[in-house]
């Protein structure tokens, strides 16, 4: 379907003069940059993400920000998620890609204001802080991954639970991932306290019917930073909460058949159990 989709924007693409029609020529081409980053992120290879790249560096050397705000900020987001999925890629070049994929956000950050786009603007407060995520994660920096919790929390002034309850839940599990991240870096209790209060608000909002994979992926990382606390505090009431959530993953992903996560969920399930009966 996303082949499909690459060969329908091509197409598009070929019966507009870029010169002539930049602001029409620039959707199009955006929505390719979005496809070749999709099938990019299920391939092994990198072609398609640096294509993403090289097609949106093109489109923004023809778009003038002053002149078309709008559309220079889609392409100049495509650009940005393109350089980011790559340096998630082990290419060699991960912090610098991800740094440029930064710098490639803050130059949108004058020109989309909080108050005329409050939904938007959380959007890139979000994409910004998993960028100091995989940053922080990468270097190992507690300021960085400081910075990657401010930004979600920013994210968050704007994205409410009741209004968007799926991107509040994203935004309140990923801040939680860079906290378990800077608490296990630093071996501090209140930290990963933290990070279980933030997976605990994502699961109030995510079901098993509605979200499968976003309710599989909070609670198995509440089990696991529940885990990680039993072990610290010798605490056997945490310990049979990580135990009670890991339980609860192999169950569903054992009633879905899906062999492969379900192994990896008896993993951290039996490493719960184990921290359980040496407390």
């Not at 955006?30 to 560096?57: C, H, R």
């Not at 909080?114 to 938007?120: G, K, S, T, V």
Request: glycine share 4%; with cysteine; charged share 20%.
């Amino acid at each position: 379907m996303i082949n499909k989709s690459l060969a329908v924007f091509e197409k598009e693409l070929t019966s507009l003069d870029e010169k002539l029609a930049p602001l029409e020529w620039a959707t199009p081409r955006n929505n390719l940059g979005y496809a070749l980053i999709a099938v990019g992120q299920t391939e092994s290879g990198v072609a398609y993400l640096k294509k993403a790249i090289a097609e949106m560096e093109d489109a923004l050397e023809l778009v003038n920000p002053k002149e078309a705000r709008d559309e220079w900020i889609s392409l100049q987001l495509t650009y940005a998620a393109a350089l980011h999925a790559l340096g998630q890629r082990n290419t060699g070049e991960t912090v610098s890609l991800l740094n440029k994929s930064m710098e490639a956000y803050k130059k949108i950050l004058p020109l989309l204001k909080r108050q005329e786009a409050p939904l938007e603007w959380a959007l890139m407060m979000h994409n910004i802080a998993m960028v100091f995520q995989d940053l922080g994660e990468h270097s190992e920096g507690s300021r960085t991954l400081e910075r990657s919790i401010t930004a979600y929390n920013n994210a968050l002034t704007q994205r409410s639970a009741n209004v968007v309850p799926l991107q509040w839940a994203l935004s309140q599990n990923n801040a939680a991932v860079s906290l378990q991240v800077l608490g296990e870096l630093q071996r501090d209790p209140k930290i990963l306290d933290d990070a279980v209060v933030s997976y605990g608000n994502a699961c109030h909002k995510l079901t098993q019917s509605k979200h499968a994979v976003a309710w599989v992926i909070t609670t198995g990382n509440l089990g696991c930073v529940r885990t990680i606390l039993a072990e610290i505090n010798s605490d056997a009431e945490m310990g049979r909460q990580a135990l009670n959530n890991l339980n609860e993953i192999v169950e569903f992903l054992t009633e879905a058949t899906n062999t492969k996560y379900s192994e990896i969920a008896e993993r951290y399930r039996d490493k719960a159990q184990a921290v359980l009966d040496n407390i």
